[in-house]
């Protein structure tokens, strides 16, 4: 018992800490410290990344995902919106498929509402999507965005669906 207690003193006893920023402008960077950094041998030593900010950025929409397909008169004609590559929050996917849609005429005008609508669900992950009477969302071109919005590469008709899998906005 006096072995467990001891290591429970030595493990919760204040230790020794450096902290060092990196910074370079660069992707592949190497530091070299002088003089450089002395260890005591007898002494072990643990290390960790405690914080990582990058202003380099990883596209969630690219060439494989960045295909959304809607048809505003139940499947009789379809229209292809093509996002550019970059990194969207769900928000900002809704605004510019609205954008596109309000370009291809398919804007309610009389009372101001989108006819398609992508929101977050906070409390599942999941992505709530909202279509006008006939509209409808085709996901199963291959370079569709179902995946990031968490849809199956299905076609969906109904007037408010949520995802079947949690939106996958980050990569």
């Given at each position: ?134 509209y409808q969302v ?22 408010h669906q949520e ?9």
């Amino acid at each position: 018992m006096e072995q467990i207690l001891e290591k429970i003193a030595l493990n919760t006893e204040p230790k020794n800490s450096l902290q060092i920023v990196v910074s370079d402008n660069k992707t592949r960077f190497k530091t070299k410290f002088n003089p450089p950094i002395q260890l005591d041998k007898k002494k072990r030593y643990q290390i960790a990344l405690v914080n990582l900010e990058t202003y380099y950025s990883f596209p969630n929409i690219d060439s494989t995902k960045k295909h959304f397909r809607y048809s505003p008169d139940d499947g009789k004609s379809w229209f292809d919106i093509h996002i550019p590559e970059g990194c969207y929050e769900i928000t900002d996917i809704n605004d510019y498929i609205q954008l596109m849609m309000r370009q291809n005429g398919h804007y309610s005008t009389v009372n101001e509402v989108d006819n398609i609508i992508l929101s977050a669900n906070i409390n599942t992950l999941k992505l709530v999507m909202i279509l006008a009477e006939k509209y409808q969302v085709d996901f199963r071109p291959l370079d569709s965005t179902s995946s990031v919005l968490g849809f199956n590469n299905d076609l969906y008709t109904s007037r408010h669906q949520e995802s079947e899998n949690v939106v996958n906005i980050l990569r």
